[in-house]
Structures are given as C-alpha cells and as structure tokens.
C-alpha cells in the first residue's frame, strides 16, 4: 500500500511538473491580434505587360501567359466581432521577364513591381486556441511601375489603380505567441495607363495598364501577443 501511494504521488508530481511546461492559450487564436510577415509566389497573368514584353523588337522568343512572381507581405490583424476580423495588409509583388533578341548581345528585360496596400475582412471558419482557419475578402489602392532596359531603351513607365483579392489563410502554434501562417488566395488589379515622367506611354497609339489576374500562396511567421 504504502508503494502504491508512493508512485501515484511521483505520478501526480510528475503531470504538475509536465502541465507547467505546457503554456496556457490566453484564447482562441481568431480571437487574438496577429501581426505576421512572410513570402509568397504569385502565378501572374498580366494581360498588358504581356502585349508590351511580346511586341519587343526583334525577340526569338515570347513570354509565357502565366509567369511567376515573388510576393513580400505584412500584416496585422485585430478581432472585431465574434468570428470576424479586420486586417490591415500591405504586399510588395517583383515580377521579371527576359527576352533574347536578334538585334542586340543583351537581352530585353522587363521588370514589374508593385504596391499594394489593403483592407481585408476575414471570417474564422475553424477557431480553437492552437490554430484557426480564416476566409478573407479585401479591397485596396495600388501603386506600380516597370522599368524596362533593352537596347537603346532605358525607361520606367509608372500606373495606379484598385485592386481586390479573396483569401484562405491558416495559422498553427508553434508556442504560446508564435505561429506558423500558410495562406492561398486570388488577386485581381486594375488601373490606369502606364506613363514616364514625361507623360507618355510605353507604346505609342496603344493604352498599356498594369491590369493582371494573380493566384498566390504564402507562408509567413505570425506573432500573436
């Protein structure tokens, strides 16, 4: 008998021991502020930029209808209502392409980036205190330009305009304040025409916009205090 309680007390002392080291969720994570920062890779459908690289003069080949592109994010996001949640969102997109020619050694190149600033409300389909999943829709303001270099042609055509997405994104624990964020999501962009400071257009008698169709997905680091 006196064994027998000696090993349910080592057994209890043990589970305080373990249960201590087990950090308390303050709450479910959809409902606690997250402030994250990651990468993505956007499949990009430019329909313009596309018609400005495919026109270049004297190119072998021509650029793809999808390309990839490199997404750079941060975000914060603060819980507003039971189950929804306002983000505030902004992404820098790098999109490249490169041309060989017949007409000069060097190839055309063709580089687009963009800004892009955003508001997102989001609905938490799954909550629990170790990872929540969330549907977002969002709407914003874009800034972008390309530069473009190839032969005699060194310019940056600059474009503004709105741009709007929906989005899933996850959230797992890794510890008390840290999460691991993985997010896919469909944005859309539409806009001005492309302009150099001298208020021409990168193609004459032709409107050139920044217009695209981007699917995308992320992952990030999310910490939540």
């Known amino acids: 008998m006196r064994r027998m309680?000696?090993?349910?007390?080592?057994?209890?002392?043990?589970?305080?021991?373990?249960?201590?080291?087990?950090?308390?969720?303050?709450?479910?994570?959809?409902?606690r502020i997250v402030v994250w920062g990651g990468l993505g890779v956007a499949y990009v459908h430019p329909s313009d930029i596309?018609?400005?690289?495919?026109?270049?003069?004297?190119a072998i080949d021509r650029a793809p209808?999808?390309?990839?592109?490199?997404?750079?994010?941060?975000?914060?996001s603060v819980p507003v209502l039971d189950r929804w949640s306002a983000k505030f969102e902004y992404t820098f997109l790098l999109i490249s392409y490169t041309l060989s020619s017949?007409?000069?050694?060097?190839?055309?190149?063709?580089?687009?980036?963009?800004?892009?600033?955003?508001?997102?409300?989001?609905?938490?389909?799954v909550d629990n205190p170790f990872y929540c999943l969330k549907l977002g829709c969002g709407v914003g303001y874009y800034a972008g330009?390309?530069?473009?270099?190839?032969?005699?042609?060194?310019?940056?055509?600059?474009?503004?305009?709105?741009?709007g997405k929906i989005e899933l994104e996850?959230?797992?624990a890794v510890s008390e304040n840290l999460f691991v964020l993985i997010g896919g999501e469909l944005r859309w962009m539409a806009g001005g025409a492309l302009v150099n400071a001298s208020g021409t257009g990168p193609l004459t008698g032709e409107k050139i916009t920044l217009s695209m169709f981007a699917p995308a997905a992320r992952i990030g680091v999310a910490y939540l205090p």
């Open 5 to 31: 309680f000696g090993v349910s007390v080592c057994v209890v002392c043990a589970m305080v021991m373990l249960r201590a080291q087990v950090p308390d969720m303050p709450s479910t994570a959809g409902k």
């Open 50 to 58: 596309l018609t400005l690289v495919n026109t270049t003069y004297g």
């Open 65 to 76: 209808s999808f390309t990839s592109g490199a997404e750079f994010t941060g975000a914060l």
């Open 102 to 125: 017949s007409i000069s050694a060097s190839p055309a190149m063709y580089t687009v980036h963009g800004h892009l600033p955003m508001l997102v409300v989001q609905y938490t389909l």
């Open 145 to 163: 330009s390309v530069h473009t270099d190839f032969f005699t042609l060194n310019d940056t055509y600059s474009a503004n305009g709105i741009s």
């Open 170 to 172: 996850g959230i797992t």
